[in-house]
């Protein structure tokens, strides 16, 4: 098996050109202009050729530039259609595509009003198919428009048991240099909600023109199928191709029996003589930020969801409806899995919703409008997040909990899980993943030790203790550098020839690279792994700093110098890697915070140099979000840290700009603040395959700095969506016992979490460090809360923090931003008309006799400061035996 980096050097292209080519583009192409497109056709086939804005040359959104590579049989392009077809003669569904054999299809001459091109498809069917299939390309109401006719010329009836069009646009990255693939590229995301749904392809700068496939005629989204037989190279530069299900039963029925699918799988009949009509219809919306508006303009339905489609049990959501017909009825599904009661907008053109989530696991809200629309919404809902964040830390110390003799000195610590075998893994051929290291294999040691600072639990923290004293910080005493402090690529490693016989499982395919030798496992030049060992030395350093009595083996000044030799080390051991932006680099600028506020002037000097000289590096590139993958989507979250601190504004409004051409937001859990990763499951996952993974741990990461914008910008309400949904996807696959799986599978065929903890560590760093409760007020849908619960009395606004660690509050009308270093909130109330903010804190407990509030103004005003002593830039708040309530005001 080949390295990351001697697979990405090979070109896999190769064969595919082998094949031969049955497009025919010899015979040349038609093109046509509509009001937003340049489209091209290849006259054989009138598949498209190019797909171009008007408004713009040279950027295309189909990969136009490799026709020629991908003219084969198999190979599909926009214009294609998959169908399973069934009469009552058949036993089984029969596959018919266009794409599989192709041969030219016959140009028909069309009256109708608005027609580019029409074709008989026949000749590139099988000659028994039971349907005459004819395509039009047309324009209506301005419009691109892709409209199939089937029609049934037998005596028999026809069951459509599927259908698909695939949807072909230039998600290849194969061969492109950064600054090319955010400019020639597009990613794109789904909105499975049958008619309401929709595909929204953004080019990977977060430029616009944003591109929007739509529902013709009666066409819904019901699934979204990965193209797994269409040849083209998939890897880590290439996700794969998908098509839009209209039907969906013989997948069900066939592939997809053991999963449970997003919508209810549907067919239709068609009768001897019937013609049936299904088409997509392509718009560009100026921005992404602007995806809403042109669906309004287009009369679709638009929902937004507050704080998300993630509930956690008990909090109250909202939900509001934008479209020009009234809600009829709802259903949820499974029964009592939400309630759902009508609320209040202050734009009395929104239908606005309570919702509650009630019964853990997913569930799907199908709403049904007087004229006939149905949209289904599907929905999360897990435990509240106190229970969740507290199940979390006592599955890590308890089940994942490794302390047995081990030759590989692993014991004690946390170790990677297989939920499915429900045991511990202590063998992978991917050695890291039983080696505490790297991302898959330090995810599990590294989420338990951020839950501490999240919701500290004494027992918890002493066998942590052991860890990272013993295991990750004292187990190899007598060598030097980064690896004292525990960075190494893998504790276990392949040594057949040092390691005594039987100790390798012989089940297990060690002739991989990913067996590394003990030499290989002892190499400390990957710079990914320094974030993971500096925040486990900066947790035990916040514990032991500002609570009493949780760690005992060491003080705070041990634990804080500890995190900063890691990061330090990091710049002179791992160089190469360290020039890009780091998975959890934000932990670095939180430590820096700390050491400033700790009086290390000059620790914190050293510190601030070389991620200063890292910062000049991103800024002299144009898009500096590389890594050792050839794209990514983690280094963006450090890269805008040290972006914003250092002052290179246009270097952190870029990132913001391509995150939020990879981050969705839309009325699906799944893909909600999703941020886009295909590859980790080859490296971190139990299900090892590319595949679009719902809130793996770019989620949580890339919230921080979505999140982080928005408080500098807190009348821009889609950041704060964006943020919110990454942050509570972040914890949305969490089970009811506490797993913290690495992602979930966003095939159809699987629909569930993976089988191991894999990498899902950072997932929970994000939230850990970014948990908050938003507190804002829209013109349109009124005062909301994210992370609260929300009630107005009298014109003050009070929230109920929800939230699992309760220490973080922003005020967005305000530009007012409270943290807690050690305290937790109870409420916060607001007086718009005053400016007056007043904030209840929980009482002492055994480890917090005091709280450390700290008070930051993100936009201009006046604050009149608390009558309190402070400490290390917080105001020092004594706790007692009952909740304590401060006041201030803010202009």
């Given at each position: 098996?080949?390295?990351?980096?001697?697979?990405f050097?090979?070109?896999p292209?190769?064969?595919?050109?082998?094949?031969?080519?049955?497009?025919h583009?010899?015979?040349?192409?038609?093109?046509?202009?509509?009001?937003?497109?340049?489209?091209?056709l290849?006259?054989?086939?009138?598949?498209?050729?190019?797909?171009?804005p008007?408004?713009?040359?040279?950027?295309?959104?189909t990969?136009?530039a490799?026709?020629?590579?991908?003219?084969g049989?198999?190979?599909?392009?926009l214009?294609?259609?998959?169908?399973?077809?069934?009469?009552?003669?058949?036993?089984?569904?029969v596959?018919?595509?266009?794409?599989?054999?192709?041969?030219?299809v016959t140009t028909?001459?069309?009256?109708?009003t608005?027609?580019?091109?029409?074709?008989?498809?026949?000749?590139?069917?099988?000659?028994?198919?039971?349907l005459?299939?004819?395509?039009?390309?047309?324009?209506?109401?301005g419009n691109l428009?892709?409209?199939f006719?089937l029609?049934?010329?037998?005596?028999k009836?026809?069951?459509?048991?599927?259908?698909?069009i695939?949807l072909?646009?230039?998600?290849?990255?194969?061969?492109?240099e950064?600054?090319?693939?955010?400019?020639?590229?597009v990613?794109?995301?789904p909105?499975?909600?049958?008619?309401?749904?929709?595909?929204?392809?953004?080019?990977?700068?977060?430029?616009?023109p944003?591109?929007?496939?739509?529902?013709?005629?009666?066409s819904?989204?019901?699934?979204?199928n990965?193209?797994l037989?269409d040849p083209?190279?998939?890897?880590?530069?290439?996700e794969g191709?998908?098509?839009?299900?209209?039907?969906?039963?013989?997948?069900?029925?066939n592939?997809w029996?053991?999963?449970?699918?997003?919508?209810?799988?549907?067919?239709?009949?068609?009768?001897?003589?019937q013609?049936?009509?299904y088409?997509?219809?392509?718009?560009?919306?100026p921005?992404?930020?602007?995806?809403e508006?042109?669906?309004?303009?287009?009369?679709?339905?638009?929902?937004?969801?507050?704080?998300?489609?993630?509930?956690?049990?008990?909090?109250?959501?909202?939900?509001?409806?934008?479209?020009?017909?009234?809600?009829?009825?709802?259903?949820?599904e499974?029964?009592?899995?939400?309630?759902?009661t009508?609320?209040?907008a202050?734009?009395?053109?929104?239908?606005?919703?309570?919702?509650?989530?009630l019964?853990?696991?997913?569930?799907?809200?199908?709403?049904?409008?007087?004229?006939?629309?149905?949209?289904t919404i599907?929905?999360?809902?897990?435990?509240?997040?106190?229970?969740l964040?507290?199940?979390?830390?006592?599955?890590?110390t308890?089940?994942?909990?490794?302390?047995?003799?081990?030759t590989?000195h692993?014991n004690?610590?946390?170790?990677?899980?297989?939920y499915?075998?429900?045991?511990?893994?202590?063998?992978?051929?991917?050695?890291?993943?039983?080696?505490?290291?790297?991302?898959?294999?330090?995810?599990?040691?590294l989420?338990?030790?951020?839950?501490q600072l999240?919701?500290?639990d004494?027992?918890?923290?002493?066998?942590?203790q052991?860890?990272?004293?013993?295991?990750?910080?004292?187990?190899?005493q007598?060598?030097d550098?980064?690896?004292?402090?525990?960075?190494?690529?893998?504790?276990?490693?392949?040594?057949?020839?040092?390691i005594p016989?039987?100790?390798?499982?012989?089940?297990?395919?060690w002739k991989t690279?990913?067996?590394?030798?003990h030499?290989?496992?002892?190499?400390?030049g990957?710079s990914?792994?320094?974030p993971h060992v500096?925040?486990?030395?900066?947790?035990?350093?916040?514990?032991?700093?500002?609570?009493?009595?949780l760690v005992?083996?060491?003080?705070?000044?041990?634990?804080?110098?500890?995190?900063?030799?890691?990061?330090m080390?990091?710049?002179?051991?791992a160089?190469?890697?360290?020039?890009?932006?780091?998975?959890?680099?934000?932990v670095?600028?939180?430590?820096?915070?700390?050491?400033?506020?700790?009086?290390?002037?000059?620790?914190a000097?050293?510190?601030e140099?070389?991620?200063?000289?890292?910062a000049q590096?991103?800024?002299?590139?144009?898009?500096?979000?590389?890594s050792?993958m050839?794209?990514?989507?983690t280094?963006?979250?450090?890269?805008?840290?040290?972006?914003?601190?250092?002052?290179?504004?246009?270097?952190?409004?870029v990132?913001?700009?391509?995150?939020?051409?990879?981050?969705p937001?839309v009325?699906?859990?799944?893909?909600?603040?999703?941020?886009?990763?295909y590859?980790?499951?080859?490296y971190?996952?139990?299900?090892?395959?590319?595949e679009?993974?719902?809130?793996?741990?770019?989620?949580?990461?890339n919230?921080?700095?979505?999140?982080?914008?928005?408080?500098?910008?807190?009348?821009?309400?889609?950041?704060?969506?964006?943020?919110y949904?990454?942050?509570?996807?972040?914890?949305?696959?969490?089970?009811?016992?506490?797993?913290?799986?690495?992602?979930?599978?966003s095939y159809?065929?699987?629909l569930?979490?993976?089988?191991?903890?894999?990498?899902?560590?950072?997932n929970?760093?994000?939230?850990?460090?970014?948990?908050?409760t938003?507190?804002?007020?829209?013109?349109n849908?009124?005062?909301?809360?994210?992370?609260?619960?929300?009630?107005?009395?009298?014109?003050?606004v009070?929230?109920?923090?929800?939230?699992?660690?309760?220490?973080?509050?922003?005020?967005a009308?305000?530009g007012?931003?409270?943290?807690?270093?050690?305290?937790?909130?109870?409420t916060?109330?607001?007086?718009?008309a005053?400016?007056?903010?007043t904030?209840?804190?929980?009482?002492?407990?055994?480890?917090?006799?005091?709280?450390?509030l700290?008070?930051?103004?993100?936009?201009?005003?006046?604050?009149?400061?608390?009558k309190?002593a402070?400490?290390?830039?917080?105001?020092?708040?004594p706790?007692?035996?009952?909740?304590?309530?401060?006041?201030?005001?803010?202009n």
């Amino acid at each position: 098996m080949l390295s990351v980096q001697q697979a990405f050097a090979q070109d896999p292209w190769k064969n595919l050109e082998k094949k031969p080519s049955t497009l025919h583009l010899e015979q040349g192409y038609s093109s046509f202009n509509t009001p937003a497109f340049r489209l091209k056709l290849v006259k054989a086939s009138q598949t498209v050729a190019v797909l171009e804005p008007i408004t713009e040359k040279d950027f295309d959104y189909t990969p136009g530039a490799r026709l020629a590579q991908r003219s084969g049989n198999g190979l599909y392009h926009l214009g294609d259609i998959n169908l399973r077809l069934k009469t009552a003669s058949d036993t089984a569904w029969v596959s018919y595509s266009s794409a599989a054999n192709r041969a030219d299809v016959t140009t028909l001459k069309s009256t109708e009003t608005g027609v580019l091109a029409a074709a008989d498809l026949a000749p590139t069917f099988p000659a028994n198919i039971p349907l005459k299939v004819q395509r039009y390309w047309k324009q209506v109401n301005g419009n691109l428009v892709l409209l199939f006719r089937l029609t049934n010329t037998g005596t028999k009836a026809v069951e459509i048991g599927s259908l698909g069009i695939p949807l072909i646009f230039n998600n290849i990255l194969q061969g492109e240099e950064l600054e090319q693939a955010h400019a020639r590229n597009v990613f794109y995301d789904p909105y499975i909600g049958r008619d309401a749904g929709y595909l929204q392809a953004t080019r990977l700068s977060g430029k616009g023109p944003a591109l929007l496939v739509l529902p013709y005629g009666h066409s819904p989204f019901e699934a979204y199928n990965p193209l797994l037989n269409d040849p083209t190279p998939k890897g880590i530069d290439f996700e794969g191709f998908h098509e839009w299900m209209i039907h969906s039963k013989a997948y069900a029925e066939n592939e997809w029996k053991k999963a449970e699918p997003w919508n209810k799988p549907t067919s239709a009949v068609v009768q001897p003589g019937q013609t049936v009509e299904y088409g997509l219809q392509f718009v560009l919306s100026p921005t992404i930020r602007g995806i809403e508006q042109k669906l309004i303009e287009q009369h679709r339905p638009v929902a937004v969801g507050i704080p998300g489609y993630v509930l956690p049990q008990g909090t109250n959501a909202q939900l509001f409806l934008n479209y020009g017909s009234k809600v009829k009825s709802i259903q949820v599904e499974p029964a009592g899995a939400l309630s759902i009661t009508p609320g209040l907008a202050e734009d009395k053109k929104l239908q606005a919703y309570r919702v509650k989530g009630l019964q853990w696991g997913r569930a799907r809200l199908t709403i049904t409008y007087a004229d006939g629309l149905c949209q289904t919404i599907s929905y999360k809902v897990i435990k509240p997040e106190r229970e969740l964040v507290k199940d979390f830390g006592h599955f890590l110390t308890n089940q994942q909990w490794f302390d047995k003799p081990d030759t590989f000195h692993r014991n004690p610590s946390v170790i990677t899980y297989d939920y499915d075998k429900k045991q511990q893994v202590t063998q992978d051929s991917r050695v890291w993943i039983a080696g505490l290291s790297d991302e898959g294999g330090a995810g599990s040691w590294l989420g338990a030790m951020i839950k501490q600072l999240v919701q500290p639990d004494k027992a918890e923290i002493a066998k942590l203790q052991q860890f990272v004293d013993h295991t990750l910080f004292g187990n190899i005493q007598h060598a030097d550098g980064p690896q004292k402090y525990g960075v190494k690529k893998s504790v276990f490693y392949y040594q057949p020839d040092s390691i005594p016989k039987g100790i390798y499982s012989d089940s297990l395919n060690w002739k991989t690279w990913a067996a590394w030798s003990h030499k290989d496992a002892n190499d400390v030049g990957r710079s990914y792994n320094y974030p993971h060992v500096t925040a486990a030395h900066w947790v035990m350093y916040r514990l032991a700093r500002n609570y009493t009595g949780l760690v005992t083996q060491n003080d705070w000044q041990f634990y804080l110098n500890n995190s900063y030799e890691t990061a330090m080390a990091m710049v002179k051991q791992a160089p190469y890697y360290a020039q890009f932006g780091q998975m959890e680099g934000t932990v670095f600028f939180l430590l820096l915070m700390d050491l400033k506020a700790e009086g290390w002037s000059d620790k914190a000097a050293l510190l601030e140099t070389e991620m200063r000289k890292r910062a000049q590096h991103w800024d002299t590139l144009q898009y500096p979000f590389g890594s050792e993958m050839p794209w990514d989507s983690t280094g963006q979250e450090e890269v805008y840290a040290w972006s914003s601190y250092f002052g290179y504004n246009d270097k952190a409004s870029v990132t913001i700009n391509a995150i939020l051409g990879y981050m969705p937001t839309v009325p699906h859990w799944g893909y909600n603040g999703s941020a886009r990763r295909y590859w980790d499951f080859l490296y971190g996952g139990k299900l090892s395959r590319i595949e679009r993974q719902l809130h793996h741990y770019g989620s949580g990461l890339n919230a921080i700095p979505v999140l982080t914008e928005y408080r500098s910008h807190p009348t821009d309400l889609y950041l704060l969506r964006v943020g919110y949904g990454g942050l509570l996807g972040s914890v949305s696959n969490i089970t009811q016992d506490g797993f913290g799986p690495a992602a979930f599978h966003s095939y159809p065929s699987t629909l569930k979490i993976d089988g191991l903890s894999g990498d899902y560590g950072p997932n929970f760093f994000g939230y850990a460090v970014n948990s908050a409760t938003y507190i804002t007020h829209d013109k349109n849908m009124g005062w909301l809360a994210f992370g609260g619960d929300l009630s107005v009395e009298k014109g003050i606004v009070k929230v109920q923090v929800t939230t699992a660690s309760a220490q973080r509050v922003f005020i967005a009308p305000a530009g007012l931003w409270l943290t807690l270093d050690a305290g937790i909130f109870k409420t916060v109330a607001y007086n718009p008309a005053t400016g007056k903010v007043t904030i209840t804190l929980n009482a002492a407990d055994a480890s917090t006799s005091k709280a450390f509030l700290r008070i930051e103004k993100t936009i201009k005003g006046k604050l009149v400061k608390l009558k309190v002593a402070m400490e290390r830039g917080a105001y020092v708040v004594p706790l007692g035996p009952k909740a304590i309530e401060l006041s201030m005001v803010v202009n």
